[in-house]
């Protein structure tokens, strides 16, 4: 069973983040780490492969000045290889090119039972590509899983609903994005670290998939700071106050 | 020339990180407390390859370097200083002393769960009455038949009393002068004193252990017979460079502590950290925790280059160790009554940072191993 991970690689959300002002988009030409939402995946790949029996996970990711960091960290978790496309032209593409780039890169790596991604990745939030990659690619496609297993070649997920959870099967190939917490992640072990280093990384340019013309409809065209919180109402204790906050919760609709 | 520490370096440092921050620091004043040895932690340590990091892989190893080590037991450290001694004298004086004077039978018998840190190796070399002056050993063992008899007491002997201890390597007088031997753990004769009650540390597991009659077979004795003093003033050596790195992670953690807390604190209309009375304290603590940092790196690297590292082990040992003493007693004037509070973890670091000026060769030992290396006649 050889399942693929779609990996963003961030910069560290514990870093303040830089817009680039022409482009309204994250700077990342700094160190980029593995987005934490997307250990979940590299997780949920690592058992499902090991509980086939056999198969290997591979990585594919997209990101400048050749970036391998958090690719690394994925291999040390125990991940066999990776395709990481880097590539200047590709600087600020929008959720559509970037699932056609990442479709492409999943075919270099040959026959493929599972792709996972993350919902979305923890910088960009649009939530959008997995199942744009899914259209791209002509496989189905099942989003919010909160479990995955596969049985008898069938892929089975619990969908993560507003609600509750549907339960959803399809016939692989198909691509699946999970949830965090779907999995707990497992932490690199250091012989995993020291293996990580001559795993292979296939670094490729958009030619090199045969991706030709990269542009794309979608901009950025401002970005607005969220506005303050305003300051909430004060209400004097009169005796009776107890009957406006249920009447505020009643409102809310959380009693 | 460089200072950095390698891609791999940092992710050992940032999955370490990870894991104290996750799996160790929401108990840590918790087994401080209730004086809780985590085994269950010290296994997943095990898992993660820690107790292994610089042992081949024929036996289970990373085949890493000293650097690793230290970067994971900083870290360690960093969140909890017993979690950190666990690990050091677990590679340092479990397992390492089989790895360097054991025969590849004795390697095969011990090494393997040792490396993986299933289970817990430890050293019994200071006695009651002989801390620094460990040639002056008074237990003896004595071959009868097939067997060595142990007799005599050993004190303040960390990780020889956990549920995953499997050996305690002893040095004991023989008719060669001083031999060491692997004792494993639960052989009749070898009484493990209860726990004792101290200042800090209280997570890490450490024992008095009295020999009566303790009888081992011959092939335990390891290495050469009458080598185990000079044998174990070499893995002292080591162990030196291994307290560097866990006094620099006390050290770095109650700077980071007092940064925060500087800034967070306000009194007289403003945060604390304005008032230079303060901020000049933190200045020379971020020198303090610098210059170990480099003392540490440094005798470690010399120590992965194959070079002598005497000197540079006691130096960083005196410098780090004193740093951290200072460094707690600055975190825990900064953060004022709040210092004084269990409910602080400096505190806690507080009452940890004294054993390391005492552990493993004391500030006075590692002064005398420097002026002897400079040259002067020291007695």
New interface residues.
């Given amino acids: 069973m050889n399942v693929i991970v779609c990996v963003k690689q961030i910069p560290d959300p514990a870093l303040p983040g830089e817009l680039d002002p022409s482009t309204n988009t994250l700077k990342r030409d700094g160190k980029l780490?593995l987005d934490e939402s997307d250990s979940y995946g590299v997780e949920m790949a690592l058992q499902l492969v090991t509980a086939a029996g056999g198969g290997e996970v591979s990585l594919v990711s997209m990101a400048p000045n050749d970036e391998v960091?958090g690719l690394?960290?994925a291999l040390?978790m125990g991940a066999a290889k990776a395709v990481l496309v880097s590539d200047p032209s590709l600087a600020g593409a929008d959720a559509l090119t970037t699932a056609k780039v990442l479709a492409a890169a999943t075919k270099r790596l040959g026959d493929v039972d599972l792709i996972i991604a993350g919902t979305e990745s923890s910088d960009g939030y649009t939530g959008t590509v997995p199942e744009q990659l899914a259209e791209v690619l002509g496989l189905p496609s099942i989003t919010f899983a909160k479990t995955v297993e596969i049985a008898d070649g069938t892929l089975k997920v619990d969908r993560q609903t507003e609600a509750g959870y549907d339960e959803v099967t399809c016939p692989l190939p198909a691509v699946v994005s999970v949830t965090a917490g779907v999995v707990e992640p497992r932490?690199?072990?250091?012989?995993?670290?020291?293996a990580?280093?001559s795993k292979p990384v296939d670094t490729v340019t958009a030619a090199d998939l045969g991706v030709e013309s990269v542009s794309w409809a979608q901009q950025i065209t401002s970005v607005e700071d969220a506005p303050a919180r305003e300051a909430g109402e004060v209400i004097e204790d009169d005796g009776e106050s107890f009957n406006k906050i249920v009447e505020f919760l009643d409102n809310l609709k959380v009693i | 020339m460089s200072w950095e520490l390698s891609d791999d370096h940092e992710m050992l440092r940032a999955t370490v990180r990870d894991f104290a921050a996750q799996e160790i620091a929401p108990h840590a004043a918790e087994w401080d407390r209730t004086c809780h040895f985590p085994t269950d932690v010290v296994r997943a340590m095990g898992e993660l390859g820690l107790f292994g990091i610089v042992f081949p892989e024929r036996w289970g190893g990373g085949g890493g370097d000293f650097a690793s080590l230290c970067v994971a037991i900083e870290e360690l450290g960093r969140v909890d200083q017993s979690m950190g001694i666990t690990l050091s004298a677990g590679v340092g004086l479990g397992a390492n002393p089989v790895f360097r004077f054991g025969d590849d039978d004795q390697r095969d018998q011990w090494l393997p769960e040792l490396v993986a840190g299933s289970s817990l190796g430890a050293f019994g070399l200071t006695e009651p009455d002989g801390g620094s002056d460990a040639g002056a050993t008074r237990t003896r063992a004595e071959l009868v038949g097939d067997e060595w008899v142990i007799n005599g007491s050993k004190a303040f002997i960390t990780n020889c009393g956990t549920d995953i201890t499997s050996i305690i390597t002893v040095t004991a007088r023989t008719a060669d002068g001083i031999s060491a031997f692997v004792v494993p753990a639960g052989t009749p004769g070898m009484v493990i004193e209860p726990a004792y009650d101290k200042l800090g540390w209280h997570a890490s597991d450490t024992h008095g252990i009295t020999f009566v009659d303790c009888r081992i077979p011959a092939e335990n004795l390891l290495g050469q017979p009458g080598k185990g003093f000079r044998n174990f003033l070499s893995i002292l050596d080591d162990g030196r460079i291994a307290i560097s790195a866990l006094a620099l992670g006390s050290a770095r953690a109650c700077l980071e502590l007092s940064l925060d807390y500087a800034q967070q604190r306000h009194a007289f209309g403003g945060p604390i950290g304005r008032f230079q009375g303060l901020s000049f304290q933190l200045s020379d603590l971020a020198v303090q925790v610098e210059n170990a940092h480099n003392l540490t790196y440094k005798a470690a690297w010399l120590k992965d280059q194959g070079r002598p590292i005497g000197q540079a082990a006691a130096m960083a040992k005196l410098y780090s160790t004193e740093a951290a003493m200072d460094a707690a007693r600055v975190a825990t004037q900064v953060f004022g009554g709040m210092g004084f509070m269990e409910e602080s973890p400096v505190a806690r670091f507080y009452r940890d940072a004294k054993i390391l000026e005492i552990g493993e060769g004391t500030s006075e030992i590692q002064r005398l191993v420097i002026a002897r290396n400079l040259g002067l006649p020291v007695e």
């Fill in positions: 780490i960091s690394r960290t040390a932490y690199p072990s250091f012989k995993g670290i020291m990580a280093k």
